[in-house]
């Protein structure tokens, strides 16, 4: 049972600048929940002033299904509780802005996807924290999908020609995998596809082939299979052509400059969730089994592949 | 249809006017649902601007980045609307075509992908693509293929001089299928609440308008066979035409019972004229040779040598010869007989004469006598029309009837009645009353009626027999004054 969902398609609506009244009023209905929310925090911070004001800043990014408002909030209601101080998640569409956001230390923790930890981490920027366990292990792959239609592409490299949607720039799964990939096979990613386009989240991969925009992309497996619970109407309508090889899942970082103290209670905070019963709900409906103390040498594979198109 | 206008008024009334109050309704509500439809239509226009508008503004920065997906989410979210309301407008499909005329980015994906030349797509995006090429770039228009499902609304997608695209907004035509149910339903309710209420009106005053017409109608038709009933005055009481119809009816009615009154008079008075001529005539004829007989007889009968069987004989032709004479001499009204003029005490003297007959029945007379001065009329004569009225009636009359007189004076003549209740007269038999031996005439040979009217008629007057309503027997007579006597 995921209570996740539906809350990513008025995430779309609130990108989009109103075209009529019932957006207008969407937008308010957006504000209203946002100054919610804020006064939620306000008062939530007021209650750990005396012991801390500075509240923890944790970023989201499209690594996970970032979007469902009521699973984050009860997340941060439990981070708040277990680290005795205010959490403030702070959610960005593209990795870019959440990188962005470490590097000028608005933020102390992240998810965020591979791409950017191997970045961070290279550029000393960010350190591993922890790696989320999925089914109980540390890994993730990528999917390359088509749609349902389409019986005939049996590998990526049939694509040419073709349109193809990428998540964002700096995802690993779902733009340096397949560009790799066709580089590794002797393409230039660059012309190989008639177009390519950025959906800037990993759901929309699946949106974009569903709907027919795209005639394949790339995606973290996670997401795929987290939606092919919550929502395998969508996911039905998409075919997995080929899955990768395995990869370290998607860490949590911490900022470099964030504090030996700050950066061991978060990690005890969420390595302790599975032995928590409030936790071990929270990790469901996260669709994850836990947290592991991060290895690095998980993330060899995609430090590999970045060093290898960045000498392109 | 002749069936139908030769319906009756009855029918015909109530079906014209039920047909032009529905005819009315029809045009009213068609009139208010085409009027709807157009505002409708407006609205879609409306609608489409503004989302063009809007839509444009948004799809301009997406454009100039490429960003497909963007432009993507900002075209679906007009189209995955849930139809809310009463307004069931929403865009069916939404492109957006690059300056080369190829799909930027459709709603639909599939049935427009990506990069597709928008000929291509479907022969009215062909056409389209020719309008879009007509068109100067910076305002939007609307575009109604004739033979296309859907209204297209194009709007340029432009900023300052920039030109980057063309945005194509799709209505389905048939979107206004359910909203123009609704609004025919709407209004057949509301026409169907009206007809309950003016149909049975209509029924009714139809029917009350009619009724009259066909009453009458009825009557004039039957005129010819029978003498149509009276109308009942109570079934109209209005003065519009239908009211002066009744009214000119009923007059036409009165005129031709008067007609044919005066005609039965005029046959009458012709038929006892012409018995009149015949009785004098033969009269005279008699008088002549029955004067010498009874002369020769009276010759014979002064020689006294006569047996006495033939004196028997000769009084027996005597007797029968005088009974011809009376009764030739009574046939023979002869009114110029010279008179003293009728005194008031005249009239009393008749009333001492009936009294005795009238005691014997017991009959009550009501008397009224209003002349107060003698009259120039022959008073032997009225006395002697008098006496025959007022015995005619005594003997009509049952026991403990009742018999009125009236007598006076008015407009220079002199007028009477006689009223009795009792036996009353068919129609046949008062059309032969006052001829010679009539069976209901009293008096010497049933000749009593029969010198009444020739004496009324040689005095210039007229005797009128009626049958009133309450069961009386009405004689009246009009003499005027100082006549031909």
Redesign the interface.
């Known amino acids: 049972m995921f209570p996740f969902g539906n809350k990513i398609e008025s995430s779309l609506i609130y990108r989009l600048p109103s075209s009529n009244t019932e957006n207008y009023f969407i937008n308010h209905f957006i504000m209203l929940r946002k100054y919610l929310w804020l006064t939620v925090l306000l008062a939530s911070s007021a209650v750990w002033a005396n012991e801390n004001t500075q509240p923890i800043r944790f970023g989201l990014t499209p690594a996970i299904i970032h979007n469902q408002y009521e699973l984050l909030a009860d997340w941060r209601e439990y981070l708040q509780k277990k680290l005795r101080r205010p959490v403030e998640f702070v959610s960005r569409d593209s990795y870019r802005e959440t990188i962005d956001l470490i590097r000028q230390q608005k933020i102390d923790f992240a998810w965020v996807s591979t791409y950017p930890y191997v970045y961070l981490e290279d550029k000393r920027l960010a350190r591993l924290l922890v790696t989320p366990l999925y089914q109980g292990r540390p890994y993730y792959s990528f999917y390359l999908i088509v749609p349902s239609t389409d019986l005939e592409t049996k590998s990526l490299l049939q694509l040419k020609g073709k349109i193809f949607a990428y998540a964002d720039p700096y995802s690993t799964s779902g733009y340096l995998a397949p560009r790799y990939q066709l580089q590794q096979a002797g393409e230039n990613p660059n012309r190989f596809f008639r177009k390519t386009f950025f959906t800037w989240g990993h759901q929309r991969i699946v949106d974009a082939v569903a709907q027919g925009l795209a005639d394949a992309g790339s995606l973290d497996s996670f997401v795929w299979d987290t939606l092919s619970v919550i929502q395998p109407d969508l996911t039905h309508q998409t075919r997995i052509v080929a899955k990768s090889p395995e990869y370290g899942f998607p860490p949590v970082v911490a900022r470099r400059s964030v504090s030996r103290a700050d950066s061991a209670a978060m990690q005890q905070a969420l390595l302790g969730m599975a032995n928590d019963p409030e936790g071990a709900q929270l990790l469901k409906r996260l669709n994850l089994s836990g947290f592991a103390p991060g290895d690095a040498k998980l993330y060899d594979g995609i430090r590999k592949m970045m060093r290898t198109m960045a000498d392109q | 249809m002749k069936f139908i206008l030769d319906l009756s008024y009855r029918y015909k009334l109530p079906l014209w006017g039920g047909m032009l109050i529905i005819i009315t309704a029809l045009a009213v509500s068609g009139t208010l649902i085409s009027h709807a439809y157009d505002e409708l239509k407006e609205d879609l226009l409306h609608?489409s601007e503004?989302?063009g508008y809007?839509?444009k503004?948004?799809l301009f920065p997406a454009m100039l980045h490429?960003?497909?997906?963007?432009a993507?989410?900002?075209i679906?979210?007009?189209i995955?609307?849930p139809i809310?309301g009463s307004n069931p407008v929403k865009a069916e499909h939404i492109l957006v075509i690059d300056n080369e005329l190829r799909v930027f980015?459709a709603a639909?994906?599939?049935s427009a992908?990506?990069?597709t030349e928008m000929r291509h797509l479907n022969p009215e995006f062909a056409v389209l693509a020719d309008r879009i090429m007509q068109m100067d770039g910076r305002s939007s228009q609307e575009i109604n293929l004739p033979e296309s499902k859907y209204y297209y609304y194009v709007t340029p997608i432009s900023s300052e001089n920039l030109h980057l695209g063309t945005l194509i907004i799709a209505h389905p035509k048939n979107i206004f299928l359910p909203r123009f149910v609704q609004l025919a339903r709407h209004g057949l309710e509301v026409g169907a609440i009206i007809l309950a209420i003016l149909l049975p009106f209509n029924w009714y005053w139809g029917r009350r308008m009619a009724l009259p017409l066909v009453q009458i109608t009825e009557r004039m038709g039957d005129i010819s066979k029978k003498w149509p009933s009276e109308l009942n005055s109570d079934l109209f009481v209005y003065r519009d035409e239908i009211g002066q119809l009744f009214v000119a009816y009923t007059q036409m009615l009165r005129d031709l019972k008067d007609k044919e009154e005066f005609e039965k008079q005029m046959v009458q008075s012709e038929r006892l004229a012409a018995l009149g001529q015949l009785a004098a005539g033969i009269a005279h004829e008699i008088n002549n040779p029955l004067s010498g007989m009874l002369t020769a007889i009276d010759t014979l009968k002064s020689y006294s040598d006569l047996d006495p069987r033939t004196m028997k004989t000769i009084d027996l032709i005597e007797r029968g010869l005088t009974q011809i004479k009376e009764t030739v001499g009574a046939l023979l009204v002869e009114a110029k007989i010279k008179s003293r003029h009728l005194a008031p005490q005249d009239i009393e003297d008749v009333l001492t004469l009936v009294t005795p007959m009238a005691r014997k029945k017991a009959l009550h007379i009501g008397w009224h006598n209003s002349l107060d001065e003698a009259v120039p009329l022959p008073a032997t004569l009225v006395r002697q029309i008098l006496i025959n009225l007022l015995l005619n009636a005594v003997q009509a009359t049952e026991q403990q009837g009742e018999v009125t007189f009236d007598i006076g004076i008015a407009d220079s003549q002199l007028q009477f009645s006689v009223a009795n209740d009792g036996r009353m007269l068919s129609d046949e038999q008062i059309a032969h009353l006052f001829e010679p031996f009539s069976p209901m005439s009293e008096g010497s040979h049933g000749l009593g009626l029969w010198v009444t009217y020739q004496i009324v008629h040689q005095l210039g007057g007229r005797v009128s027999v009626k049958r009133e309503p309450n069961d009386l027997m009405h004689f009246t007579v009009s003499i005027p004054l100082g006549g031909v006597a």
């Open positions: 609608d503004t989302m809007s839509l503004t948004n490429d960003d497909v997906w963007r993507y989410e900002i679906s979210v007009p995955n609307r809310e980015v639909h994906p599939k992908p990506m990069l």
